[in-house]
T-cell receptor
Framework: NAGVTQTPKFRVLKTGQSMTLLCAQDMNHEYMYWYRQDPGMGLRLIHYSVGEGTTAKGEVPDGYNVSRLKKQNFLLGLESAAPSQTSVYFC?????????????FGPGTRLTVT | QQQVKQSPQSLIVQKGGISIINCAYE??????FPWYQQFPGKGPALLIAIRPDVSEKKEGRFTISFNKSAKQFSLHIMDSQPGDSATYFCAATMNSGYSTLTFGKGTMLLVSP
């Protein structure tokens, strides 16, 4: 049982380039989340999904898109990377509505945009 | 608008001492208050959580104290150890719809040997 995994672990992009971060969970969780973590800013929610095929905006969604085509995967896309998107990105999952509130986090992806 | 305010930003405690981290919230609809612990290079992990129907919850050396009237809750780490050195986040959520967690900005704790 791997829990929540994220790929890649590190990435350097040039301004304007695009990329996709992959999150996978093997716990059959309904809900999945993407956060970014910046020094002194805590964890800020980018987008989330409450089930396969559904997504919703979080606190800081601009510049990002997401897709949840399969229950176990949640993809975060940057269409045209900007230096302001330099951050550590965390994916998390949760069992579902009416269940435990606990979110299980992946190990993170460190992204640098130059 | 920051709905969960956390203090201090950083904290240095001697081994064996008590670490105290405080959080305040604004939304009275919040009904679940977890604390997450994050070690360098790792993702956050749930440490302990409380609901507003109790004023205190203890798990080992970790205790949450909750003051509903003041809209405040705090994490106490008794007999702090160097292995407790980590970043701690408080959070809050409500049991309505597809509730999401609102996190505080985090406290970096260093326990000196």
């Amino acid at each position: 049982n791997a829990g929540v995994t994220q790929t890649p672990k590190f990435r350097v992009l040039k301004t304007g380039q695009s990329m996709t971060l992959l999150c996978a969970q093997d716990m059959n969780h309904e809900y999945m989340y993407w956060y970014r973590q910046d020094p002194g800013m805590g964890l800020r929610l980018i987008h989330y999904s409450v089930g396969e095929g559904t997504t919703a905006k979080g606190e800081v969604p601009d510049g990002y898109n997401v897709s949840r085509l399969k229950k176990q995967n949640f993809l975060l896309g940057l269409e045209s990377a900007a230096p302001s998107q330099t951050s550590v990105y965390f994916c998390a999952s949760r069992l579902g509505q009416g269940m435990s509130y606990e979110q299980y986090f992946g190990p993170g992806t460190r992204l640098t945009v130059t | 608008q920051q709905q969960v305010k956390q203090s201090p930003q950083s904290l240095i405690v001697q081994k064996g001492g008590i670490s105290i981290i405080n959080c305040a919230y604004e939304n009275t609809a919040f009904d679940y208050f977890p604390w997450y612990q994050q070690f360098p290079g790792k993702g956050p992990a749930l440490l302990i959580a409380i609901r507003p129907d109790v004023s205190e919850k203890k798990e080992g050396r970790f205790t949450i104290s909750f003051n509903k009237s003041a809209k405040q809750f705090s994490l106490h780490i008794m007999d702090s150890q160097p292995g407790d050195s980590a970043t701690y986040f408080c959070a809050a959520t409500m049991n309505s719809g597809y509730s999401t967690l609102t996190f505080g900005k985090g406290t970096m704790l260093l326990v000196s040997p």
